[in-house]
T-cell receptor
Framework: ETGVTQTPRHLVMGMTNKKSLKCEQHLGHNAMYWYKQSAKKPLELMFVYNFKEQTENNSVPSRFSPECPNSSHLFLHLHTLQPEDSALYLC???????????????FGPGTRLTVT | GENVEQHPSTLSVQEGDSAVIKCTYS??????FPWYKQELGKRPQLIID?????GEKKDQRIAVTLNKTAKHFSLHITETQPEDSAVYFC??????????????FGGGTRLMVKP
Protein backbone atom coordinates (compact mmCIF):
# COMPACT_ATOMS: atom_id res chain seq x y z
CA GLU A 1 0.00 0.00 0.00
CA THR A 2 1.06 3.53 -0.59
CA GLY A 3 0.51 6.73 1.35
CA VAL A 4 -0.90 6.65 4.85
CA THR A 5 -2.99 3.71 6.02
CA GLN A 6 -5.07 3.32 9.17
CA THR A 7 -6.61 0.30 10.85
CA PRO A 8 -9.25 -0.45 11.81
CA ARG A 9 -11.47 1.75 9.65
CA HIS A 10 -14.38 1.38 12.06
CA LEU A 11 -14.37 0.60 15.76
CA VAL A 12 -17.15 0.29 18.31
CA MET A 13 -16.07 0.01 21.92
CA GLY A 14 -17.59 0.16 25.35
CA MET A 15 -16.45 2.67 27.93
CA THR A 16 -14.51 0.03 29.86
CA ASN A 17 -12.71 -1.45 26.86
CA LYS A 18 -9.10 -0.99 25.82
CA LYS A 19 -8.35 -0.74 22.12
CA SER A 20 -5.64 0.64 19.85
CA LEU A 21 -5.67 2.51 16.57
CA LYS A 22 -2.82 1.95 14.15
CA CYS A 23 -1.34 4.22 11.52
CA GLU A 24 1.39 3.41 9.03
CA GLN A 25 3.01 5.72 6.49
CA HIS A 26 4.85 4.51 3.40
CA LEU A 27 6.18 7.93 2.35
CA GLY A 28 9.53 8.00 4.14
CA HIS A 29 8.36 10.83 6.39
CA ASN A 30 9.72 11.65 9.83
CA ALA A 31 6.75 13.40 11.45
CA MET A 32 3.40 11.86 12.31
CA TYR A 33 0.23 13.36 13.78
CA TRP A 34 -3.06 12.35 15.36
CA TYR A 35 -6.13 14.52 14.73
CA LYS A 36 -9.67 14.24 16.04
CA GLN A 37 -12.47 15.18 13.65
CA SER A 38 -15.94 15.71 15.07
CA ALA A 39 -18.95 17.86 14.37
CA LYS A 40 -17.94 20.23 17.20
CA LYS A 41 -14.29 20.73 16.20
CA PRO A 42 -13.72 19.62 12.65
CA LEU A 43 -9.93 19.18 12.72
CA GLU A 44 -8.29 19.21 16.13
CA LEU A 45 -4.61 18.38 16.53
CA MET A 46 -3.97 15.88 19.34
CA PHE A 47 -0.36 14.70 19.18
CA VAL A 48 2.75 15.28 17.09
CA TYR A 49 5.80 13.04 16.80
CA ASN A 50 9.02 14.00 15.05
CA PHE A 51 11.69 11.33 14.59
CA LYS A 52 9.80 9.16 17.12
CA GLU A 53 9.86 11.89 19.80
CA GLN A 54 6.65 13.49 20.97
CA THR A 55 6.84 17.21 20.32
CA GLU A 56 3.26 18.22 21.00
CA ASN A 57 0.46 17.11 23.27
CA ASN A 58 -2.44 19.43 22.71
CA SER A 59 -3.95 19.07 26.20
CA VAL A 60 -5.37 15.66 25.40
CA PRO A 61 -6.91 13.61 28.25
CA SER A 62 -4.77 10.75 29.54
CA ARG A 63 -7.32 8.17 28.37
CA PHE A 64 -5.65 8.70 24.97
CA SER A 65 -2.09 7.39 24.94
CA PRO A 66 0.05 7.68 21.80
CA GLU A 67 3.00 5.50 20.88
CA CYS A 68 5.48 5.94 18.06
CA PRO A 69 7.91 2.99 17.89
CA ASN A 70 9.50 4.24 14.66
CA SER A 71 8.99 6.96 12.06
CA SER A 72 6.64 4.77 10.01
CA HIS A 73 4.22 3.65 12.69
CA LEU A 74 1.96 5.50 15.09
CA PHE A 75 -0.51 4.07 17.57
CA LEU A 76 -3.25 5.59 19.66
CA HIS A 77 -4.11 3.49 22.70
CA LEU A 78 -7.60 4.04 24.05
CA HIS A 79 -8.95 3.17 27.50
CA THR A 80 -12.01 4.14 29.55
CA LEU A 81 -13.29 6.43 26.84
CA GLN A 82 -16.43 8.55 27.07
CA PRO A 83 -19.27 8.73 24.54
CA GLU A 84 -18.13 12.27 23.62
CA ASP A 85 -14.88 10.72 22.34
CA SER A 86 -16.82 9.26 19.42
CA ALA A 87 -15.31 10.83 16.32
CA LEU A 88 -13.19 10.22 13.24
CA TYR A 89 -9.52 9.88 14.21
CA LEU A 90 -7.18 10.90 11.45
CA CYS A 91 -3.50 10.17 11.22
CA UNK A 92 -1.19 12.30 9.09
CA UNK A 93 2.48 12.42 8.21
CA UNK A 94 4.88 14.98 6.79
CA UNK A 95 8.54 15.15 5.92
CA UNK A 96 9.24 16.62 9.35
CA UNK A 97 7.63 19.16 11.69
CA UNK A 98 8.95 22.10 9.74
CA UNK A 99 11.77 23.88 11.50
CA UNK A 100 12.16 26.45 8.77
CA UNK A 101 9.61 25.29 6.22
CA UNK A 102 6.13 23.83 6.59
CA UNK A 103 5.74 20.54 4.79
CA UNK A 104 2.46 19.23 3.40
CA UNK A 105 0.63 16.84 5.67
CA UNK A 106 -0.68 13.65 4.10
CA PHE A 107 -3.72 12.24 5.83
CA GLY A 108 -4.87 8.67 6.28
CA PRO A 109 -8.49 7.60 5.68
CA GLY A 110 -9.31 7.73 9.38
CA THR A 111 -10.82 5.40 11.96
CA ARG A 112 -14.48 6.01 12.76
CA LEU A 113 -14.74 5.41 16.53
CA THR A 114 -18.02 4.94 18.35
CA VAL A 115 -17.99 4.71 22.14
CA THR A 116 -21.10 3.13 23.61
CA GLY B 1 -2.70 30.32 21.06
CA GLU B 2 -3.87 30.75 17.51
CA ASN B 3 -7.59 30.93 16.71
CA VAL B 4 -8.89 30.57 13.16
CA GLU B 5 -12.44 31.51 12.22
CA GLN B 6 -13.90 30.39 8.89
CA HIS B 7 -17.01 31.64 7.06
CA PRO B 8 -19.44 30.65 5.75
CA SER B 9 -20.02 27.22 7.24
CA THR B 10 -22.05 26.21 4.18
CA LEU B 11 -22.04 27.63 0.68
CA SER B 12 -24.22 26.65 -2.24
CA VAL B 13 -23.45 27.89 -5.76
CA GLN B 14 -24.55 27.11 -9.30
CA GLU B 15 -22.09 25.33 -11.54
CA GLY B 16 -19.95 27.89 -13.30
CA ASP B 17 -20.29 30.52 -10.59
CA SER B 18 -17.46 31.60 -8.29
CA ALA B 19 -17.14 30.65 -4.63
CA VAL B 20 -15.30 32.56 -1.93
CA ILE B 21 -14.44 31.26 1.54
CA LYS B 22 -12.95 33.58 4.15
CA CYS B 23 -10.80 32.97 7.21
CA THR B 24 -9.49 35.22 9.94
CA TYR B 25 -6.68 34.42 12.35
CA SER B 26 -5.63 35.89 15.67
CA UNK B 27 -1.86 35.37 15.94
CA UNK B 28 -0.04 38.10 14.03
CA UNK B 29 3.06 35.87 14.00
CA UNK B 30 1.32 33.28 11.79
CA UNK B 31 2.91 33.24 8.36
CA UNK B 32 1.80 30.07 6.60
CA PHE B 33 -1.78 29.45 5.46
CA PRO B 34 -2.78 26.20 3.74
CA TRP B 35 -6.17 25.14 2.44
CA TYR B 36 -7.30 21.52 2.58
CA LYS B 37 -10.19 19.91 0.68
CA GLN B 38 -12.08 16.94 2.09
CA GLU B 39 -14.51 15.15 -0.19
CA LEU B 40 -17.29 13.15 1.40
CA GLY B 41 -15.89 10.04 3.09
CA LYS B 42 -12.36 10.84 2.02
CA ARG B 43 -9.23 12.22 3.66
CA PRO B 44 -8.28 15.92 3.68
CA GLN B 45 -5.84 16.92 0.92
CA LEU B 46 -3.81 20.08 0.47
CA ILE B 47 -5.01 22.12 -2.52
CA ILE B 48 -3.11 25.38 -2.17
CA ASP B 49 -1.11 27.34 0.37
CA UNK B 50 0.27 30.84 0.80
CA UNK B 51 3.10 32.34 2.78
CA UNK B 52 3.07 35.82 4.23
CA UNK B 53 5.67 37.15 1.84
CA UNK B 54 3.07 37.16 -0.96
CA GLY B 55 -0.41 38.60 -1.19
CA GLU B 56 -1.93 36.25 -3.75
CA LYS B 57 -1.29 32.85 -5.27
CA LYS B 58 -3.11 31.14 -8.14
CA ASP B 59 -3.33 27.58 -9.38
CA GLN B 60 -5.67 27.18 -12.34
CA ARG B 61 -9.22 27.79 -11.03
CA ILE B 62 -8.26 28.33 -7.41
CA ALA B 63 -6.58 31.31 -5.83
CA VAL B 64 -5.79 32.42 -2.32
CA THR B 65 -5.39 36.01 -1.13
CA LEU B 66 -3.81 37.19 2.12
CA ASN B 67 -4.21 40.46 3.99
CA LYS B 68 -1.68 40.42 6.82
CA THR B 69 -2.73 43.78 8.19
CA ALA B 70 -6.32 42.67 8.62
CA LYS B 71 -5.29 39.10 9.48
CA HIS B 72 -7.53 37.42 6.98
CA PHE B 73 -7.13 35.20 3.96
CA SER B 74 -9.57 33.87 1.41
CA LEU B 75 -9.98 30.99 -1.03
CA HIS B 76 -11.46 31.80 -4.43
CA ILE B 77 -12.74 29.11 -6.78
CA THR B 78 -13.80 30.23 -10.25
CA GLU B 79 -15.93 28.35 -12.77
CA THR B 80 -17.06 25.90 -10.13
CA GLN B 81 -17.76 22.30 -11.11
CA PRO B 82 -19.72 19.56 -9.32
CA GLU B 83 -16.45 17.88 -8.35
CA ASP B 84 -15.56 20.97 -6.33
CA SER B 85 -18.28 19.96 -3.86
CA ALA B 86 -16.49 19.16 -0.61
CA VAL B 87 -15.61 20.56 2.80
CA TYR B 88 -12.80 23.10 2.68
CA PHE B 89 -10.58 23.85 5.69
CA CYS B 90 -8.28 26.80 6.12
CA UNK B 91 -5.39 26.66 8.58
CA UNK B 92 -2.63 28.83 9.99
CA UNK B 93 0.77 28.21 11.50
CA UNK B 94 4.09 29.91 12.29
CA UNK B 95 6.70 28.66 9.89
CA UNK B 96 10.29 28.89 11.00
CA UNK B 97 9.94 28.39 14.74
CA UNK B 98 10.34 24.61 14.93
CA UNK B 99 6.58 24.25 15.08
CA UNK B 100 5.54 25.17 11.60
CA UNK B 101 3.48 22.05 11.12
CA UNK B 102 1.33 22.75 14.19
CA UNK B 103 -1.64 23.74 12.10
CA UNK B 104 -4.68 25.40 13.65
CA PHE B 105 -7.68 24.70 11.44
CA GLY B 106 -10.82 26.70 10.84
CA GLY B 107 -14.23 25.13 11.32
CA GLY B 108 -14.65 24.16 7.67
CA THR B 109 -16.97 25.24 4.84
CA ARG B 110 -19.24 22.78 3.10
CA LEU B 111 -19.37 23.83 -0.55
CA MET B 112 -22.16 22.46 -2.72
CA VAL B 113 -22.02 23.06 -6.47
CA LYS B 114 -25.38 22.52 -8.13
CA PRO B 115 -25.31 21.28 -11.72
Amino acid sequence: ETGVTQTPRHLVMGMTNKKSLKCEQHLGHNAMYWYKQSAKKPLELMFVYNFKEQTENNSVPSRFSPECPNSSHLFLHLHTLQPEDSALYLCASSQDVGVAFVYEQYFGPGTRLTVT
Amino acid sequence: GENVEQHPSTLSVQEGDSAVIKCTYSDSASNYFPWYKQELGKRPQLIIDIRSNVGEKKDQRIAVTLNKTAKHFSLHITETQPEDSAVYFCAASREGNNAGNMLTFGGGTRLMVKP
